[in-house]
């Protein structure tokens, strides 16, 4: 299902600076966890740099259909913004950029609310883990090196 998604992108520089040390992940079993399930936090790329997107604008687009392009934020997209990145992590109105984008990212491959996973215990031996952890990483590559030659 593709959607066009919209909200702010910080770079990783501004999210170290102001102390915020979660990743994707973490972010969004917080948002699980405090029922904001209308936001969702993305590691992207955006002008060649590596940052964290908290999409908080969600627009299906039907198979076939045209893209509606860019779009404005909205007073929830502010609000959003300003109460959490803004008062709530101390991230500078400068430091924010609200982009728009049509995911071809994978962003809401899994849907457009946060997911908390339920983490069991493995059965896998290190070795398997290792591999596993290779695959990952060169999975990870492949679509920083797709991401940067889409911009």
């Not at 102001?18 to 699980?32: D, G, Q, S, T, V």
């Not at 959003?80 to 430091?95: F, Q, R, S, T």
Request: aromatic letters at 12%; one cysteine or more.
């Amino acid at each position: 299902m593709p959607y066009r998604i919209g909200g702010y992108f910080m770079s990783f520089s501004t999210r170290w600076q102001y102390r915020i040390h979660f990743l994707e992940f973490a972010i969004n079993f917080w948002l699980c966890d405090h029922d904001k399930l209308d936001v969702l936090a993305a590691y992207i790329h955006w002008d060649a740099q590596p940052g964290m997107m908290l999409v908080s604008s969600f627009k299906y687009i039907p198979y076939g259909m045209p893209d509606s392009e860019d779009w404005e934020e909205s007073l929830r997209d502010r609000t959003i913004a300003k109460e959490w990145l803004m008062n709530g992590a101390g991230v500078k109105a400068d430091e924010l950029k609200w982009i728009s984008l049509l995911d071809n990212r994978k962003i809401t491959a899994k849907g457009i609310q946060p997911k908390r996973m339920t983490i069991g215990k493995s059965t896998m031996t290190p070795a398997e883990v290792i591999e596993e952890m290779k695959e990952a990483v060169r999975l990870k590559r492949e679509l920083e090196l797709s991401d940067s030659n889409n911009h």
